[in-house]
């Protein structure tokens, strides 16, 4: 009777993880429609980067040596968003023969873009001491993935 009682309650919980991810993903029966809805969520993502970075130049722009640090650091940015585009290239390539190759370069650069955000925030936007961060860690939802 336990084992049986265990394995119902696995089953449940399996089932109940697996309709809440169907809950999480995107809407849609197509991939055009489920393509449009993660293009939204990486918008979004993409405009948290963009704050963060802000945030990071303002910080930036009161360092030691202001000018070379800010060079520095767009060169960097420059630089990532090369790696962000060969990579996910590579995915939409690896993928290229079926449909599901524009959600996984668009789940590869959700996933690049969220790293990115946390990067910057841990690196200019916290401080060694207690000193609050100059914006809140970022909060990554994969709604709609």
């Known amino acids: 009777m336990k ?10 919980s399996v089932l109940c993880t697996v309709q809440a991810r169907a ?6 029966l197509t991939t055009p429609e489920i393509a449009d ?5 990486l918008d979004k993502a993409q405009k948290q ?7 990071a130049e303002g910080r930036i722009r009161q360092s030691a040596d202001p000018e070379h640090a800010l ?11 090369q790696y962000q585009k060969a990579e996910c290239n590579a995915a939409y390539e690896a993928w290229s023969d079926g449909t599901i ?3 996984m370069a668009l789940t590869c650069m959700l996933r690049l873009t969220h790293s990115r955000t946390m990067d910057i925030w841990q690196m200019w936007l916290t ?10 860690k970022p909060v990554f939802t994969n709604e709609g993935w």
């Open 37 to 41: 809805c993660q293009k939204q969520v």
């Open 101 to 103: 190759r524009f959600s």
């Open 23 to 28: 809950a999480d993903k995107c809407p849609g």
């Open 3 to 12: 084992i049986q009682t265990v394995l119902l309650l696995s089953a449940a």
């Open 49 to 55: 980067m963009a704050r963060y970075i802000a945030a």
């Open 71 to 81: 060079a520095d650091f767009h060169t960097a940015q420059q630089h990532w968003a």
């Open 127 to 136: 401080y060694p001491d207690s000193t609050p961060p100059t914006l809140p």
